[in-house]
């Protein structure tokens, strides 16, 4: 799948921004000010320039503040690298906007469980939610053609104005979680959106109840796709899981489908992942771990996952269902599509690992995995 931004960057500002004098009944008002400019449309996105702008990201937590959803389907740009010096963040809550690296990187960054945010998830976010006909759609329009957030994408241009992780690099740092929870550099246990061109170099860390371990975005379900994406950095967990683990190089599980009215960018697929590559060295003391994809769950057999001309450089161990590109399609995953994917990393099991349960592509499949397109 190819996919490229047709058009530069918005670089628009408003005057008065932030000022003594600024409007505070404008639209898309943020409450405090603490951003470095622009009014959180596509047009004129919330510029995110220091730790402090990103921190604000998250406050409020999304949540509902006399009846305002504070943020809530905003476009924010990164307009420069932004040193997180080392601060401890869990994470910065739900997100259902845009957040458009712009090319630029968070360095020194220092997800863990021990920092502050909502859940247990660990990483930027607790969840990414997709966006819908209104903010996804095929553009048509020269001005449509025209817009930053215009994709092409098989061959077809789509703008994306929310429900998206776009153009971002996770240059540096720590991501470690012992909790009960997803945690990945993008974090979000379940994720509904679409995460395109995000680079992971930070090294991931895992113990004790943790799950859903990634090295882009852990959960991708439904409308969720993962496309143009790369990790490398090196995953382990260490310890005794209490159940599947789920471990991929880019998504840990991909799950469940949407039959609703979004664009065809999904048809015939949901919940996929296309054009990633891994290159990572992952070793898990669990089950279900991949180069790209630890496992398939979900419902509905007429929807169908996808993982397309992915790669995988890594080495791969694990204890069972361990598999270069995925570790397991499970029996209530539908149907999965493996097209065009490659693996040059080693697989293998770990100590006491379950023999018959490895395979250079996919460990083990449980469900119905097709290696040819409709």
């Keep these: 799948m190819d996919v490229k931004v ?120 607790s969840g990414l939610n997709g966006g819908n006909n209104s903010e996804i759609y095929e553009a048509t329009t020269p001005e449509e053609l025209a817009s930053p957030y215009c994709y092409e994408i098989n061959g077809k241009n789509y703008i994306i104005t929310s429900g998206a992780v776009i153009n971002l690099t996770i240059e540096s740092g720590t991501i470690y979680s012992d909790a009960a929870g997803a945690v990945s550099p993008l974090g979000a246990g379940q994720n509904t959106a679409y995460v395109i061109n995000v680079t992971n170099n930070a090294d991931i860390v895992a113990t004790g109840d943790a799950y859903f371990i990634a090295g882009i975005v852990s959960g991708t379900r439904g409308t969720g796709l993962v496309i143009n994406c790369t990790n490398n950095g090196d995953i382990t967990y260490e310890g005794t899981p209490s159940g599947s683990l789920v471990v991929g190089g880019i998504t840990s599980q991909l799950y469940g489908g949407s039959s609703g009215a979004y664009p ?18 992952i070793t898990a003391s669990g089950r279900d ?40 399609n499970s029996s209530t995953g539908s149907t999965l599509y493996l097209l065009d994917n490659t693996n040059t990393g080693s697989v293998s099991l770990l100590e006491g690992g379950v023999e018959g349960t490895s395979g250079d592509i996919i460990g083990k499949a449980d469900g119905t995995v097709l290696y040819t397109a409709e």
């Design 6 to 125: 047709i058009a530069g960057q918005y670089t628009e500002e408003k005057d008065g921004f932030g000022s003594s004098d600024y409007d505070k009944d404008a639209p898309y008002e943020t409450g405090d000010g603490n951003f470095s400019g622009g009014f959180g449309t596509a047009e004129s996105p919330y510029l995110v320039s220091t730790k402090e702008d990103l921190l604000n990201i998250g406050y409020k937590g999304f949540g509902e503040e006399d009846g305002e959803d504070y943020f809530y389907n905003r476009v924010f740009q990164l307009t420069q690298d932004i040193d997180m010096e080392d601060e401890p963040i869990k994470n910065l809550g739900s997100f259902r906007g845009l957040l458009d690296g712009n090319g630029y990187s968070l360095k020194n960054v220092n997800f863990t469980s021990e920092g502050e945010g909502l859940g247990n998830n660990v990483g930027l976010f």
């Design 264 to 281: 065809d960018i999904l048809r015939p697929y949901s919940a996929s992942v296309y054009g990633c590559v891994n290159n990572g060295n």
């Design 289 to 328: 771990v991949g180069g790209i994809v630890g496992q398939t769950h979900g419902y509905d057999a007429a929807l169908k996952k996808a993982i397309i001309n992915c790669t995988n450089n890594g080495n791969i161990a694990g204890l069972e269902n361990v598999g270069g590109i995925i570790g397991r």
